[in-house]
């Protein structure tokens, strides 16, 4: 059961907001503190992938052409008269080579403040919640929309998305995005994409694609660290959650696997970055194979939440990180984003 103390440094679950409101959650949507000081400048460039450099210069050539424009970023693209003229940048590589980094640095350094950076998750959720003609004009009031980990999963999601896609820069908004499929092979493997061809065709017109190379620096690190010394594995967790000490005024919070799963279904996958923001350190207690595809999505965006927001993760697991997951699930139309979960968790714990 969950730890219960007076302890002003302990998490209130109480004090999480039980309503969902665009206003609130539009004031989140930057760059998460694991990036708010990312430049092109200390992007590290692997030599070994020449993509690399290359990316930085067509990224910066991007942002000179936005703050450049004489006359302000509407006649900027303006300038776009064509339905398929390229409007956006999608910079397409494996996990662990920088590209949110690199997503970060445009948003940091195009000078305007009709900007927004979210998920692809978030997006869908934010379709989901506000409908996507509303979304779609909400968010055309802005001139940048910066997009992390685009990928198509299921037919709906599709919809939605490209739906999204074609109303915002048909008003001129500009869109970057990351992703770890090629624009025209999105989709591939998870559903039939036939009759989403010619949607996919038309959006991947709109965008420069940007290819970038390299190995997943996460692994690096992984591989640089003995195992014994994964916070994945903590041995008397009690202990460990007793005597952390917070450098912040952020909380910590302990759960056993049941609660945390409870924590997870119990609120709108949106509030997890309100559960982040405020927390130091999550410490869970005897977590193993999920086998639930819905819980298992769930927990792999409060990850990336916990990941954005530099939380530390304890835990006194049944078993690796790389056994998280069923097999199964690495072959279903979300492989993906469980790989990035597993690469961020062995980065959070070492």
């Known amino acids: 059961m969950s730890q219960s103390t007076s302890d002003d440094t302990v998490l209130s679950l109480s004090d999480l907001r039980t309503d969902i409101r665009f206003e609130h959650l539009r004031a989140h949507l930057v760059p998460p503190p694991r990036f708010e000081q990312a430049t092109l400048e200390n992007y590290i460039v692997d030599e070994e992938f020449p993509s690399q450099a290359r990316a930085k210069e067509d ?8 703050n450049q424009s004489q006359n302000g970023l509407r006649k900027f693209f303006g300038a776009f008269s064509k339905k398929d003229a390229q409007i956006g940048l999608y910079l397409d ?14 948003f940091h350094a195009v000078e305007t403040s009709k900007k927004l950076y979210l998920s692809f998750t978030e997006l869908v959720y934010f379709i989901g919640l506000l409908g996507l003609e509303k979304c779609a004009a909400e968010l055309s ?26 109303r915002v820069m048909e008003s001129n908004v500009a869109i970057v995005a990351t992703s770890n499929t090629p624009p025209l092979r999105l989709g591939e493997g998870r559903f039939d994409v036939r009759n989403f061809q010619r949607e996919i ?26 195992a014994h010394t994964s916070s994945w594995t903590t041995p008397n967790l009690n202990s460990a959650y007793a005597q952390f000490q917070a450098t912040t005024a952020r909380k910590k919070l302990y759960l056993e696997e049941a609660e945390l799963f409870s924590l997870l279904r119990r609120y709108h996958p949106m509030h997890y970055f309100e559960l ?8 869970i207690e005897g977590i193993g194979q ?19 927001d530099n939380v530390q993760v304890f835990a006194s697991a049944r078993i690796a990180i790389e056994q998280l997951f069923p097999e199964s699930f690495y072959h279903s139309a979300y492989a993906k984003k469980y790989w990035r979960c597993i690469s961020r968790l062995k980065e959070m714990c070492g």
């Open 59 to 66: 990224l910066q050539a991007f942002i000179n052409a936005l």
């Open 276 to 283: 982040a923001e405020n927390l130091s350190a999550v410490f």
């Open 141 to 166: 009031a802005y001139r940048l929309i910066c997009i992390d980990e685009f990928e198509l999963d299921d037919p709906g999601n599709t919809t939605m998305s490209l739906g999204f896609l074609s």
């Open 93 to 106: 590589g494996v996990f662990g080579i920088g590209k949110t980094h690199l997503l970060a640095s445009v």
């Open 201 to 226: 065709g038309e959006m991947a017109k709109r965008f420069k694609t940007v290819q970038i190379d390299g190995k997943d620096y996460r692994q690096k690190l992984a591989h640089a660290k003995s």
């Open 290 to 308: 999920i086998h639930d595809q819905f819980d298992a999505l769930r927990f792999v965006y409060f990850i990336d939440k916990l990941y954005d």
